[in-house]
């Protein structure tokens, strides 16, 4: 947890610099962040489905003797290992979304560092994926348009980040 505050404060830094939403649109973010959160947890979900499937559709084709002038064992072994690393990385992201829908609708600290986590580990998830294309192409392509798409999501999650975690604790008293 050290670890992710440090990073916190770094990116932070990074961000200081960079030009701001208007406060109504930031505030609206930081409201209404929980159920678009919800939305990509759903998504990851039916995603994950997806990439099951796709296991399912490749590990049919090893060793299928009927496509052997079409598919190559080592081909399809490859794909495979990219599709349960996809898999994996879908499913651990889409269960820190779900985790963190709650702690963001009550503007909880704890939910927007669940996005960040999440924001971290998608950018760990676009590197490997992108070594595992195993082409030049493919890997400054992916590293490429992941860096664009983690930068826009990473801007919008440090936008709200003061709207979490300090919320002013209410002191009751016996009159």
Known sequence: MEYINKLEKVVLGWAKDVPHLPVVARK????NVWWIVLICAILSGISFLISVSNLFNQLSLLNAPS???YVTSDYTSIAILHIVVSAVFILVSGLLLALAVQPLQNKEKKGWVLLFVTLILEALSVVVNSVLTFSVVGFVLG???????????????F?????????????HTDA
């Open 143 to 157: 590293i490429l348009f992941g860096a664009i798409a983690l930068a826009i999501v990473a801007y919008f999650v």
């Open 67 to 69: 496509n052997a002038y």
């Open 159 to 171: 936008e709200i980040h003061d709207q979490f975690g300090r919320r002013e604790k209410t002191i």
């Open 28 to 31: 609206w973010l930081g409201t």
